[in-house]
């Protein structure tokens, strides 16, 4: 299946991948994560966003993100991406070295049922996969931590999700995701493709006229 042209659509969630080019590390520190960190509140702040679920890593980040308007995730993302570059070239003193990133975002549109749920699980589960840290609260530069640990300013990065976390959401975060969540959301990053039921990802595809691409080479993080 051909990958699904990039769709800008308010009221939708949407997974977003992005990574250093060749696969290089762009958070080489504390100071890096931190700053980044900033700048979702900032960004957040500044075009209204939404943000349900992230997780920081060395070379690449994950987002989930709930835009209320067309276009906000076109304008928040241009903006954080093209900001942290900026600021990075100047920090290290690379001005005019070339792109911090292999190419524009990706991202993926997500239904909003159990869908939604299995990929906020999986972005927050994302450095217990990569074997950082035993569970995702631990990971500093995560969601899971600002959720349940984060000061009053950096819990204000995150919204709340319109399908309810489970009650028990630190014992639920902690179990490993399911193999069929984890083939079904790495299937929709690798393809491009809505994430959801079939009548659903059919009804995205058709209500929105999103036309097939051809794939491109690579893939996104697979952690």
Same mark, same amino acid.
């Given at each position: 299946?051909?990958?699904?042209?990039?769709?800008?659509?308010?009221?939708?969630?949407?997974?977003?991948?992005?990574?250093?080019?060749?696969?290089?590390?762009?958070?080489?520190?504390?100071?890096?994560?931190?700053?980044?960190?900033?700048?979702?509140?900032?960004?957040?702040?500044?075009?209204?966003?939404?943000?349900?679920?992230?997780?920081?890593?060395?070379?690449?980040?994950?987002?989930?993100?709930?835009?209320?308007?067309?276009?906000?995730?076109?304008?928040?993302?241009?903006?954080?991406?093209?900001?942290?570059?900026?600021?990075?070239?100047?920090?290290?003193?690379?001005?005019?070295?070339?792109?911090?990133?292999?190419?524009?975002?990706? =991202?993926?549109?997500?239904?909003?049922?159990?869908?939604?749920?299995?990929?906020?699980?999986?972005?927050?589960?994302?450095?217990?996969?990569?074997?950082?840290?035993?569970?995702?609260?631990?990971?500093?530069?995560? =969601?899971?931590?600002?959720?349940?640990?984060?000061?009053?300013?950096?819990?204000?990065?995150?919204?709340?999700?319109?399908?309810?976390?489970?009650?028990?959401?630190?014992?639920?975060?902690?179990?490993?995701?399911?193999?069929?969540?984890?083939?079904?959301?790495?299937?929709?990053?690798?393809?491009?493709?809505?994430?959801?039921?079939?009548?659903?990802?059919?009804?995205?595809?058709?209500?929105?006229?999103?036309?097939?691409?051809?794939?491109?080479?690579?893939?996104?993080?697979?952690?």
């Amino acid at each position: 299946m051909g990958r699904v042209a990039r769709t800008d659509i308010g009221n939708h969630v949407y997974h977003v991948i992005n990574r250093a080019v060749g696969r290089f590390q762009i958070f080489n520190g504390d100071e890096d994560y931190r700053m980044f960190q900033e700048m979702l509140l900032e960004a957040k702040e500044m075009v209204d966003m939404r943000i349900l679920s992230f997780s920081l890593m060395p070379n690449h980040w994950h987002l989930q993100l709930y835009p209320e308007n067309d276009g906000d995730m076109g304008e928040f993302m241009h903006w954080i991406t093209n900001a942290h570059t900026r600021r990075v070239h100047a920090l290290t003193e690379t001005i005019g070295t070339g792109p911090l990133y292999q190419g524009r975002y990706k =991202s993926f549109l997500i239904q909003k049922d159990e869908h939604l749920l299995a990929v906020l699980k999986y972005i927050e589960r994302n450095p217990v996969r990569a074997k950082m840290v035993k569970t995702p609260e631990k990971w500093r530069w995560g =969601s899971a931590q600002v959720r349940l640990f984060g000061s009053p300013k950096m819990k204000k990065i995150l919204s709340e999700s319109p399908v309810p976390l489970p009650r028990n959401y630190q014992k639920w975060i902690r179990e490993p995701d399911k193999e069929d969540d984890l083939e079904e959301i790495r299937g929709s990053a690798q393809r491009g493709t809505p994430l959801g039921r079939s009548t659903w990802v059919e009804n995205m595809i058709n209500q929105y006229s999103l036309q097939a691409t051809a794939r491109r080479p690579g893939r996104p993080a697979s952690h």
